[in-house]
């Protein structure tokens, strides 16, 4: 049997990147997407692969067109895909009084709209599948609500819902639905931010988070490897993940 195939988006940084190193030593075929490409073929390299084993796509999963064109070019290099991780995200650190309109439609439009087009785009190519499985990245914000993070926490509470409805629609077809909750892994996330609030600067923001995010990127995806394996519909990852199941 051929390797299964694996597409990643946000591939090129942090957990998206170790589940790309990840999925490799388990021998998938690789499909990675990120807004940044220098970022994913430089992981290309990396790992020694060359087209026919990774393809990388330069990839704003808040464009539903790219998105299908992407997905098109999976299925005409690979033949099909197995598992979809809709992993891509971006934070914005503001009061809801300084966020203008436009910071919060691209926070909704990249966390939200980019795991709604990655579903939608992806669902009937899974259905070939034998093994098939979705996965979308929310975010321990998608559970519980904190100052500074209202579009953010928008954005994935709204993963949530959308991913825990999806997956009572499709799971009776064999299709497993997994959404990810991570809380504190160490990655660029908050280097990579908006920060808007006066009373907060940048450094203090990556020192508080990098004191919050003991769990590495690795750990992270092997938390999420092991919950697909076990066809875990929730996967609680990081510092939190206890007290975040007393949530859930
Ligand atoms: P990261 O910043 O290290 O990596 C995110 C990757 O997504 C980057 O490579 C970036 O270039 C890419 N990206 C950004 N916008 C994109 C777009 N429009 N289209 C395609 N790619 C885009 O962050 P991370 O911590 O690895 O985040 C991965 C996911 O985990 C995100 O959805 C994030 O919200 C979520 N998350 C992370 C944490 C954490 O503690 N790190 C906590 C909760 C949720």
């Known amino acids: 049997m051929s390797n299964p195939i694996i597409a ?31 970022a994913i073929e430089a992981l290309r390299l990396e790992l020694g692969l060359d087209a ?15 998105v299908n064109a ?11 895909v197995d598992i979809v991780i809709n992993n891509a995200g ?30 939608k785009a992806f669902l009937p ?3 070939q599948s034998k093994d098939p499985h979705l996965v979308n990245v929310s975010s321990i914000f998608g559970i ?11 954005s994935k509470f709204a993963v949530r819902g959308y991913t825990e409805a999806l997956r009572q629609e499709v799971e009776e077809d064999g299709i497993h639905v997994c959404c990810v909750h991570p809380g504190g892994i160490k990655t660029n996330i908050v280097q990579s931010a908006t920060i808007l609030n006066t009373d907060r600067n940048r450094e ?20 999420i490897f092991r919950a697909i394996d076990r066809r875990q519909n929730r996967c609680l990852i990081g510092r939190d993940a206890k007290w975040m199941s007393l949530l859930t």
Not at 11 to 27: F, P, V
Not at 52 to 66: G, K, M, P, Y
Not at 144 to 154: E, R, T
């Open 144 to 154: 519980m609500a904190v100052p500074s993070q209202s579009a953010y926490n928008a």
């Open 204 to 223: 203090q923001a990556i020192a508080d988070f990098d004191t919050m995010a003991p769990t590495t990127p690795a750990q992270a995806a092997e938390t």
């Open 90 to 119: 971006i934070a914005l650190i503001a009061n809801a009084e300084v966020q203008s309109n436009a910071d919060i439609e691209r926070i909704m439009d990249v966390n939200f709209w980019g795991v709604v087009y990655g579903s």
């Open 8 to 38: 990643i988006t946000g591939a090129g940084s942090g957990i998206g990147r170790a589940l790309a190193q990840l999925a490799n030593r388990r021998g998938y075929r690789l499909a990675l997407a990120d807004i940044n490409l220098a």
């Open 70 to 80: 992407w997905r098109d070019q999976i299925l005409s290099v690979f033949g099909g």
């Open 52 to 66: 026919t084993h990774c393809l990388t796509n330069e990839l704003d999963v808040s464009d539903f067109e790219a």
């Open 125 to 127: 190519l899974l259905r």
